[in-house]
């Protein structure tokens, strides 16, 4: 695993429970708005090494609940299966954060009960899909494919949208409604500029009226729609 980046504890990346996020390094996409930029584009940040991980986890086996890994996309990493398998026999739960372009490696690490929730990122309406992941024709059949097999409900999952401005608008929020109608849980994030985006200029976080409505519009599709990190 390519690993550039350790946070020892949150409260936030795993809902309800105590966690560390381990960050691994590369993506295949390249969102505008990325928050994590240092870890889509080389050069990354100084590597850690796997050693180095479970060392920390094994010393907090009782004060940490559960390990989120995200990146970049921990997907493209071909061993993510073993090292889930190696989290897991530590006793730890696993959140696994994707954009759900490696379909078959997701399938394989649920199918191995190698994690206990997925967020899976949706950038946009299928119409803009490919502009906002900043990948010109980009072939969104990988991510469908992603979608449709969390939505047959193996494993706990959420899906969530960013919304940026000026990249996304009313109808697609229609649009995303139609394609995930019925999921679980889909969460709408407020974006935040983290100071280190892959393409900052022009971007901006919408007003929370505005992220309300968007939530009122995805509702009847997907009655479980809620807003996140949102500042009044």
Not at 31 to 51: K, M, R, S
Not at 131 to 142: M, R
Not at 172 to 196: K, M, V
Request: hydrophobic share 40%.
């Amino acid at each position: 695993m390519k690993i550039h980046g350790l946070q020892k504890i949150t409260l936030l990346d795993y809902p309800g429970l105590v966690a560390c996020t381990v960050f691994a390094g590369g993506c295949d996409f390249r969102c505008p708005f990325c928050h994590n930029a240092p870890l889509v584009t080389e050069p990354w940040p100084d590597a850690i090494g796997e050693e180095e991980i479970f060392s920390f986890l094994r010393k907090r086996r009782g004060l940490l609940d559960g390990v989120c890994v995200t990146g970049g996309e921990p997907l493209m990493q071909p061993d993510i299966a073993d090292f889930l398998t190696r989290i897991r026999q530590l006793g730890y739960k696993i959140k696994l954060d994707t954009n759900g372009s490696y379909p078959e490696r997701l399938r394989t690490v649920v199918e191995a009960g190698l994690t206990d929730l997925i967020a899976m990122d949706i950038k946009n309406s299928p119409a803009k899909y490919a502009a906002t992941a900043g990948v010109p024709g980009l072939d969104l059949g990988p991510v469908r494919e992603s979608a449709a097999f969390l939505m047959e409900g193996r494993v706990p999952f959420e899906f969530r949208t960013t919304a940026v401005w000026p990249l996304h608008e009313k109808e697609d929020f229609i649009a995303i409604g139609e394609w995930l109608r019925g999921n679980e849980n889909y969460y709408l994030q407020q974006f935040i500029d983290s100071g280190d985006l892959i393409r900052p200029d022009g971007l901006g976080a919408y007003s929370i009226e505005a992220m309300r409505i968007f939530a009122d519009t995805v509702r009847p599709y997907i009655p479980n729609t809620f807003l996140r990190g949102v500042e009044e």
